[in-house]
């Protein structure tokens, strides 16, 4: 019976790559070829790719890389099989768990989970992932950053109040949480920099941000957070699945009688939600039509402010993707919701 393609699914941890070679036939069946465990190192790819050829017997059928967008452990394997001109395909975490769920894959270890991938590739036609710029990568460091500088600020200054604050006041603590505060503010303010001089340097990133900056409320560092948490929307090609990434698809609780509580379900890209808290509450003040007849119009049938202003990041974003995709300024004038299918 003639095979089709070869798939390696990799499991990628710290330390190791757990990879399951699968193919398929004609007859859609997918056999599990050989599994192996590898250093994530040079080395180890330099090995699995070695692995990989002696493996396979037909040498003239495709063969394609499928790992999940795990942290950053994956990074270095996708762009050295990208490098060699192999084909790799990137899932996100929340389709492949979906996925083995509904093949009725209930236990989970690495070896598992890289033959779930396998099989995922074999059965599936996946988009080959493409790298993203540099200075995606540089945004997101930055970003990242300085987002982890916000929180131990408010840390810091919790503590400084507290103590100035207290019956008997450590002046020793004091002064150095002051430092320590100043410290902060100094590299939040280098970082804000370098992230307008990225975007500044890229002829794309600097048009896009004038066109989606155009909205207000959006200001450099929230485009800027995600554009890098997306890499550019290279992952989605539809916006409901940039939705699902971010957390903002709705959870319904209700069978017969029986109505419960309808939520966003929050299992995405937390950076994403936390940066379009603040844009959602402007563009409302601002009474920017779409966002502020929006926010109305469920408050009115929630009575619950929060719900609103969540319906508002969700257009936010949505309306990010469709500016970013079609290369257009915002105009608060024009319904973007008829041109982006949510679903």
Known sequence: MKNLKYTVGVDVSMKDIVCCLSVINEEQ??????????????????????????QIREKNLPVNFLMEATGVYHEQLAWFLFGEGKTVCILLPNKAKSWMKAVGLKSKNDSIDARGL???????????WTPPSKNLLL????????????EVRTV???QLHAIEHSQFR????????????KMIERQ?????????????ADNLLKKQHTNITAIKGLSTLSFAVIIAETNGFTLFRKVGALINYAGYDVIENQSGAHVGRTKISKKGNSRIRRVLHMPALC???????????????????????????????????AMMYFLWKKDMVYNRNFDHSKSVQLN
């Open 188 to 200: 939040i303010k280098e970082l804000s920099d370098t992230i307008a001089e990225i975007i500044e």
């Open 29 to 54: 069946e997918v056999k599990v070829k050989a599994t192996h465990k590898f250093q994530n190192s040079k080395t180890g790819f330099q090995k699995l790719l070695s692995w990989v050829q002696q």
């Open 156 to 158: 810091t200054n919790n």
């Open 118 to 128: 396998a099989r995922i590739g074999a059965e599936r036609k996946l988009e080959a």
């Open 283 to 317: 563009a409302v003040r601002d009474d920017q039509p779409q966002f502020y007849n929006l926010f109305l119009r469920v408050y009115e049938r929630t009575k619950v402010k929060m719900k609103a202003y969540v319906a508002v990041q969700k257009k936010l974003l």
């Open 170 to 181: 450590n002046n020793i603590v004091v002064r150095q949480l002051r430092v320590t505060l």
């Open 139 to 150: 945004l997101r460091d930055c970003t990242r950053r300085h987002q982890a500088l916000n």
